[in-house]
């Protein structure tokens, strides 16, 4: 096989989203049309696990149908790993071994399709393949439902779970209301978000004018004071007969205590697995004495493509083919991005990113667009957000269950007899 | 105004569902057809409560366009209520309030949209009425997503909720398989049904074949044995590398006590409120080790009109219209039901039955529905429910967001003077 015609690989890393999988079929069927310059596209089994321990993956074996119905499946198809490479100083080995199962499959393309830290071990990887004379062409692929990469104007895999969020807010505050009179006074949903606040901020989208629900939204980037949290719970139910609250999971206390913590044990002695929901819920309960509902959405926010936002699929495709275009045009250790022509009307196109820019950078909501008294969106932040749950991708339905695909997975057979254990 | 053409009281009752307005404009729009035997049809603000304190609704005054946009709202439009009327000899005071305001309104149809409580009052009030020599026609609407009514084949609004709790199984089954190498093994999600599994049932729908998730249900009306349950989930984490579960809020021991009690209390001394889905995770966590994931679906399940079943639509609809055409037919104390003729094609029909043999009687789901180890569903309790989930039924959207409709809620004048504390 000519050196010009090299292999390409391909890994999905850490939390999944609703439209990875898009990304992947972006990068498959890019690598499709320029067999010419690509040969075979691998796939790691579990991300970049499978290329630690040689667990590949032939994309060629999948048919045309399938890698078209990953477009609509949520999930890792190829699966996901939540596995961070060390520092290149404290573990080399690791690196070394990439290089080494790259080498013994001749690929010269790294697509790696992640949040921050897969960003950081993307750069990391086109640098050591310099040193050890392999040059591999690395491009990291934006992932993540927290939207908190730099650079680029979103993250694909936000715009769904905003969506969804933004939905779900809005369907139980309908309830809620219905119901205040004699029932639940006070409703919370707890959302993704440990660090940045962008999913509570979506839930925001629920309402279109002062008084609507949400009432209230939690951020991580708003020291929670429970004065001042119990006076506007207790306010809302005064003036609107009920009050909706989205909640964070990463709202915390000045002093840096999550509140989720705030979780004592049960009856078995084990101490309680998460949920700031609850915590938030006993505490009105307790200090109010409001009946509260609440719900935590966890996996079935990021998983929702029955509720994807067509804005979202349609960028998480493009940034997929893109990476496979960035890397023909000879870029190294870059990151396709999304930039914001316009908001109203919404306009968008792809640019790219040093990696060395984006990785390990985390990007929080910015003060000016939560309100002045940190419990709701601004203006500029629905400005920001609105176009992004725009539109749905509803998927084909079969027997009236969404018809997602799986993969064949075929391996690739071994050419190492090393064995790595990651 | 003649004898002949007297008005009409609709009320919502108890937890709303996806459909419960679907209903509504079946009733609305029905009645709007006979103006010549039905004069004004009047709504409860807040249900029940609504008649007690005279706070009557004319939705007369709701255009054609609103009550058509019921049809894809979710929530209950016109308020409902978690108020149930006593037993005649305990406070008869409450039902000759209601034929005070009734009489007052010149009201002679009462259609009330709910579910066992609900029904049971609808036929004390037929009763009463006949008594106070106020002849009353009195005709329920079933409507509940425990799915526990009797005689009816299935319940509006549980379809919906179905459909939801297999879309969102299936989606979170997809996100856990796909990191299950690294990260979380065993997903939860909590579902409602407090004494019935219907709900929890409609999970396993998310699977085709034997080992698809999800791999473990956990019913109402199988006592939970934690050692077997304990051994399946390592079994399944064993075969499939993870293993997902659907509980029902219900889950109990064989001493009746609620898996969900098991709560403790937190850090400010508060006891848990309800959640059986980390209780479950806990145990795993403690007894396995396995990383484990919770959902808790609240009301995002019974609002979410986003993912409704068509059937369960049109079936909510059919009711409400039917139950208008029964009155005119001059039946009294009975409730439209859902009668199946086929399950495969799936045709079904309208039929009615007395509101005596309705009330007060809870259907749980049959023993040959759940598989011989009480973990799963059987290909009859499939056959029965896959029907009840065909069909989307999605709403229109502005700016990404469903367009739900509001109602004006124009007050009908008071006539009477005296007040009433419900």
């Known amino acids: 096989m000519p050196k010009a015609k090299r292999n390409a690989f391909y890994a999905q890393s850490g939390g999944v989203t609703a439209v990875i999988n898009a990304s992947a079929a972006g990068v498959i069927e890019t690598a499709r049309k320029h067999r010419d310059r690509i040969g075979k596209l691998y796939a790691g089994r579990d991300g ?6 040689e667990d590949l993956i032939d994309t060629g074996k999948e048919s045309a149908r399938t890698i078209a119905a ?29 290089i080494e199962v790259f080498r013994a499959h001749n690929i010269g393309y790294f697509f790696y399709n992640g949040g921050n830290d897969s960003m950081d071990t993307a750069h990391k990887v086109a640098q050591i393949g310099e040193q050890l004379d392999f040059p591999i ?11 908190d990469l730099p650079r680029t104007d979103c993250c694909p895999g936000f715009g769904s779970v905003a969506k969804y969020v933004a939905v779900s807010t809005r369907e139980a505050a309908l309830d809620v209301a219905s119901m ?24 925001g989208l629920a309402g279109n004018k002062a008084g609507d629900p949400p009432h209230i939204i939690l951020f991580p980037e708003i020291p929670f004071e429970q004065t001042a949290f119990l006076a506007r719970v207790k306010r809302c139910v005064r003036n609107y007969g009920y009050c909706v609250i989205v909640v ?36 009105i309960k307790q200090e109010l004495g409001f009946k509260c509902h609440w719900a935590v959405a966890d996996y079935l926010q990021r998983s ?19 990476a496979v275009e960035l890397a023909l045009k000879g870029h190294n250790a870059v990151m ?34 939560i309100t002045a008294d940190g419990f709701g969106i601004t ?12 539109g749905e991708a509803y998927p084909p339905y079969r027997n009236g269950l969404p018809d997602y695909v799986a993969i064949r997975g075929v391996p690739v057979p071994k050419k190492l007899r090393t064995a790595f254990k990651p």
Chains 1, 2 share one sequence.
């Open 379 to 390: 203006a500029p932040c629905r400005k920001y957000l609105t176009p992004l749950i725009a």
């Open 70 to 98: 990953l477009k609509h499946t949520p999930g890792g198809a190829f699966g996901s790993a939540r596995y961070k490479l060390k520092g290149l100083d404290h573990n080399r080995a690791e690196y070394e071994r990439l």
């Open 48 to 53: 970049i696990v499978g290329a630690l321990t």
């Open 336 to 369: 396709p991005i999304i930039v914001r022509k316009s908001s109203r009307p919404y306009k968008w196109g792809i640019g790219h990113a040093p990696l060395a820019e984006v990785a390990n950078v985390e990007k929080k909501v910015p003060r000016d667009f």
């Open 137 to 147: 062409t690395c491009i990291g692929i934006p992932k993540t439902v927290d939207n």
């Open 248 to 283: 964070s999971e990463g709202a915390a206390t000045a002093d840096g205590r999550f509140l989720a913590e705030a979780g004592g044990k049960d009856a078995f002695g084990h101490s309680q697995l998460g949920g700031v929901a609850p915590v938030v819920a006993d505490m």
């Open 304 to 322: 929702a493509r029955h509720i994807a936002s067509k804005v979202d699929v349609q960028q998480a495709y493009a940034v997929g083919k893109a």
């Open 180 to 203: 205040a009179r004699t029932s639940t006074k006070v409703f919370v949903l707890e959302v993704m978000g440990r660090h940045a606040g962008w999913i509570a901020a979506a839930g």
